[in-house]
């Protein structure tokens, strides 16, 4: 499976942004699907992840309340509502795909280029 996030650029802090990941295949139904993140100079991380059917989610604590995973199997993608954007927010962010809903890199087989998000005070 072949995942495109796109999406990413520059927003401000309050802002909000939205990414998309799209899948090669119609597949992504099979997969639980997280989105995880890597800051300037820091390990990737998880930031959240969506069952199959399409819930419940689960959220990195730095982003709960904020942050939404959502996915549309019809269309073969999953999408990343940022609300509230702080400049801590900035990153790298990657899809990734799996077959076990987890926080964890090890679940996923499948990631996305990344996309590059940048939140300006």
């Known amino acids: 499976v072949q995942l495109q996030a796109s999406g990413g650029g520059l927003g401000q802090a309050g802002g909000s942004l939205g990414l998309s990941c799209a899948a090669s295949?119609?597949?992504?139904?099979?997969?639980?699907m997280g989105w995880f993140r890597q800051a300037p100079g820091k390990e990737r991380g998880f930031v959240a992840s969506?069952?199959?059917?399409?819930?419940?989610?689960r959220y990195a604590d730095s982003v709960k309340g904020r942050f939404t995973i959502s996915r549309d199997n019809d269309k073969n993608t999953v999408y990343l509502e940022m609300n509230s954007l702080k400049p801590d927010d900035t990153a790298v962010y990657y899809c990734?795909?799996?077959?076990?809903?987890?926080?964890?890199?090890?679940?996923?087989?499948?990631w996305g280029q990344g996309t590059l998000v940048t939140v300006s005070s």
């Open positions: 990734a795909a799996g077959t076990v809903l987890g926080t964890s890199e090890r679940w996923y087989e499948y």
């Open positions: 295949e119609r597949t992504l139904s099979t997969f639980v």
């Open positions: 969506i069952s199959r059917s399409g819930g419940p989610p």
